[in-house]
């Protein structure tokens, strides 16, 4: 392999929809995909050995999270975050551009960086784009993103524009700050659900020599609706022979809608936080496990599913586990939940294959009693 990472294009879609796979320093993985996160060195209820016998084969680190605990450094001392928490195939490192909004209250921001109070303990902060870049080079990771700014929607026009101008900014002093023997970078286009302030950072952005492009700055407050709309608009503006990365969308919906417009890769705490809250995904919608129904019902979360938990739990064993607020039910929710998302990313790269993805996308809907969204 030349570089820290390649991507093929393997089959395209008359959608244009399309399969691929990506080769990283530690091995390949096929687009599309999704990404379990693993925000603080651990994709939350399963271990490493679960997450690829359940098929993952790319998971997502957090550089803000492991930076502040138990920091970059010392993960780079005990080897990489690949050994740290016993992960053998690729990792994305998140900037954190994300935790710059989530946790805004606890932050300034202007052009030399973020300034955080931890929110452990309130100690300062300090993360310039150059130190983002710096700590996902010593956590060891496959894919780097660069530091953006994401300001949540609905907000006022010339705040996002302030916020793309300043991601790109931002994207060319991670550029110069990356060395040649890193993981690959992506650059990150924001613009929220304004088509002309999309374009621009679009234009800014793949001007650039990324490896990958993103999609910052959806599933932040605009509703579903918006999400695939603008990730139908900008996917054609990302070039074709890059992967190109949707962030922090994962409901299963918002799979099949994406990957119809384009898109190669995907990441959301969504899957594993739903199954930790008792919310669980079927074949026809979402189950939510809690409900006083289920206290007598001996069927398995969802017939069609061959995941461990649906081959041997009920879903009045669950309940039980998520009222008694035990442990395993919280590991068994969330296998569940990550084997569905995994094999709903399988099942689409076999549609887009086969060239019938509209097929799939109309059967998926109709199993949950709803008509597709229109795509005008």
Partial sequence: MSGPLRFEVTAIDPSGARTGVVTTRHGSFRTPAFM???????????????????????????????????????????GGLHRFMAWPASILTDSGGFQA???????????????FRSHLDGSPLFMSPEESIRIQRALGSDIMMVLDECPPLPAPREAVAAAV????????????????????LFGIVQG????????????????????????????????????????????????????????????????????????????????????????????????????????????????????????THSRAYLRHLYMSNEILGSRLNTLHNLHFVLKLMRDMRAAIEAGRLADFRSAYWAARQQEPPARA
């Fill in 101 to 115: 909004m989530s946790l805004r209250e606890l932050r300034t921001l202007d052009d030399a960086g973020v300034s």
């Fill in 165 to 184: 101008a300043r991601t790109t900014r931002w994207a060319e002093r991670c550029l110069f700050e990356r060395r040649e023997d890193d993981g690959a």
């Fill in 192 to 311: 929220g659900t304004d088509e002309e302030l999309r374009a621009a950072s679009a234009s800014a952005i793949t001007a650039l020599p990324f490896h990958g492009f993103a999609l910052g700055g959806l599933s932040v407050g605009e509703g579903a609706a918006a999400t695939w709309r603008t990730a139908r608009l900008c996917a054609p503006m990302l070039p074709a022979e890059r992967p190109r990365y949707l962030m922090g969308v994962g409901r299963p919906e918002d799979l099949v809608e994406c990957v119809h417009s384009g898109i190669d890769m995907f990441d959301c705490v969504l899957p594993t936080r739903n199954a930790r809250n008792g919310s669980l995904f079927t074949r026809s919608g979402s189950l939510s496990i809690k409900r006083a129904e289920y206290a007598e019902d001996a069927s398995p979360i969802d017939p069609t599913c061959t995941c461990a938990t649906c081959r």
């Fill in 36 to 78: 379990p996160v693993g925000t603080q060195g651990t994709v939350k209820a399963m271990t490493s050995a679960e997450l690829v016998d359940l098929g993952a084969e790319i998971i997502l680190g957090n550089a803000y999270h492991l930076w502040v605990r138990p920091g970059a450094e010392r993960i780079a001392r005990l």
